[in-house]
């Protein structure tokens, strides 16, 4: 219920959430206040204000019981985000490191919330610690490279890219960022292995398939453009964004 919720028109999500935090199931209030914490919203009742309060708290608790758990630590630090407590955020994240030195979860969140306090070289140092112990590092190389875009330091950021869409070939959102990076640097022709290589663990995914149709279409490969364009459409039919796409490229190639 609270993931069919995105779904619906934004001035009824709130009425919809707040009655879900008296639903039966303890996962989907504490969802609902989550998502309820994500929107801030101003025109809570004051009843419906001390619910959410006695909800969080009660999230709150179930992971404080399993704090001797890192995704336990996770799911508090995030709470705590939030919640704008930031020194609680960063004690449970450091945490969950501690726990799973192994594990990506802890490095990347505390990486981010150091970037919202604008402590990008602490979180650089983090990530890179990460590197050195986690077993599975893609995530931690996607997380780094952003932090080095942001640093303009571009060279090494798209070596990280790379790294990570190897490391996790069907991760769509590794090849999309890594064949988007490639285009910006003018090399359309590693972009396009990049995203293709992508599309073949994802062929339903819009990125993917609207960066190939723009690509294809900016390298005068119209042909290819519209093949792209026409997945699109086929998958997404009501975007009229896709539609206009294809009828631009079918001008183009008239």
Not at 108 to 135: C, P
Not at 157 to 186: M, V
């Amino acid at each position: 219920a609270v993931e069919a919720s995105r779904a619906v028109p934004s001035e009824t999500i709130e009425n919809i959430l707040v009655m879900l935090l008296n639903d039966s199931i303890r996962l989907t209030r504490a969802q609902s206040a989550y998502r309820l914490l994500e929107n801030r919203p101003v025109s809570m009742k004051p009843q419906e204000t001390q619910k959410l309060a006695r909800v969080i708290q009660e999230y709150e608790h179930s992971q404080l019981i399993n704090a001797d758990y890192p995704m336990s630590n996770i799911n508090l630090g995030n709470l705590y985000v939030l919640g704008h407590r930031t020194a609680e955020a960063e004690n449970a994240f450091r945490k969950a490191i501690e726990q799973g030195p192994q594990l990506p979860f802890g490095y990347i969140n505390l990486a981010d919330l150091y970037r919202q306090q604008k402590r990008e070289q602490e979180g650089e140092d983090i990530l890179r610690a990460g590197l050195e112990k986690v077993t599975d590092p893609a995530s931690i190389h996607h997380a780094l490279a952003l932090l080095l875009v942001r640093k303009g330091e571009n060279a090494e950021a798209n070596d990280h890219l790379q790294k990570a869409a190897n490391l996790e070939p069907g991760n769509a959102q590794y090849a999309y960022t890594y064949g988007i990076a490639l285009f910006s640097r003018n090399d359309g022709a590693g972009a396009i292995r990049a995203l293709e290589a992508g599309l073949r663990s994802s062929p339903y995914d819009e990125n993917l398939l609207y960066s190939l149709s723009t690509i294809y279409r900016d390298i005068g490969q119209t042909d290819k453009a519209i093949f792209f364009a026409r997945q699109l459409r086929k998958y997404y039919p009501r975007n009229s964004t896709y539609q206009q796409l294809e009828s631009s490229l079918q001008n183009i190639s008239r």
